[in-house]
């Protein structure tokens, strides 16, 4: 890895005339360091992005990572979609295959997408009902991040014949969200 901080040291202590760059350059130079070395103390905040994957082989809401909103003024969508999610049904121990849809409307915090990949596929060996995934992973968002709105769906595949679509949401008490919350589930398909 670069000494980012080493060669912006270096760059501002004084060196021999025959050693230096223009002004300009140098300048751009430090400009572009400093940069680098901003991007990396964000991305210090975060384990898994930018690191060899591990897969946990039990369910494990601790990997789940946030990082702050940088327009947390503005109302929009972030949505996420897992096409390969599987768990096992807690009674028979059989694989469920699922899509799984998650939206939601950030506040602060938003989820680090690596992070949600490695919590997602942590449900592999877990056992649980189509309804109680859903629901964990919805709470689980909640309290890594506390969004404004968010609402997650699952289209399990089917089983025995029968395909169940759990999806379930939630909105900001005390807020427009919370109606959101409510107008959407009313209507929802």
């Known amino acids: 890895m670069v000494d980012w901080h080493g060669i ?18 140098k300048h751009k130079f430090l400009i572009f360091a400093k940069k680098i070395i ?22 494990a809401p601790e990997v789940l990572e946030a990082f702050d ?20 049904c807690p ?5 469920d295959f699922a899509e799984i849809c998650i939206g939601y409307i950030p506040d602060v915090k938003m989820v680090e997408s690596k992070s949600l990949k490695l919590y997602l596929f942590s449900f592999r060996n877990h056992g649980a009902f189509h309804e109680d995934c859903v629901n964990i992973i919805m709470k689980d968002l909640i309290q890594l991040m506390d969004p404004k709105y968010i609402e997650v769906t699952g289209f399990f595949t089917p089983r025995g014949g029968i395909s169940i ?25």
């Open 165 to 189: 679509h759990p999806y379930a949401n939630y909105g900001r008490s005390g807020t427009k969200y919370e109606k959101l919350a409510e107008e959407r589930l009313f209507h929802h398909e």
């Open 8 to 25: 912006v040291e270096a760059f501002t202590y004084p060196v021999p005339l025959f050693y230096t760059i223009s002004m300009r350059r």
């Open 69 to 88: 909103n940088k327009h947390p003024e503005n109302d929009y969508w972030v949505r996420f979609n897992c096409p390969e999610f599987t768990s096992l």
């Open 91 to 95: 009674i028979t121990g059989q694989p």
């Open 38 to 59: 901003c991007m990396e103390e964000k991305r210090a905040d975060l384990k898994a992005l930018g690191k060899k994957t591990v897969y946990r082989e039990d369910y």
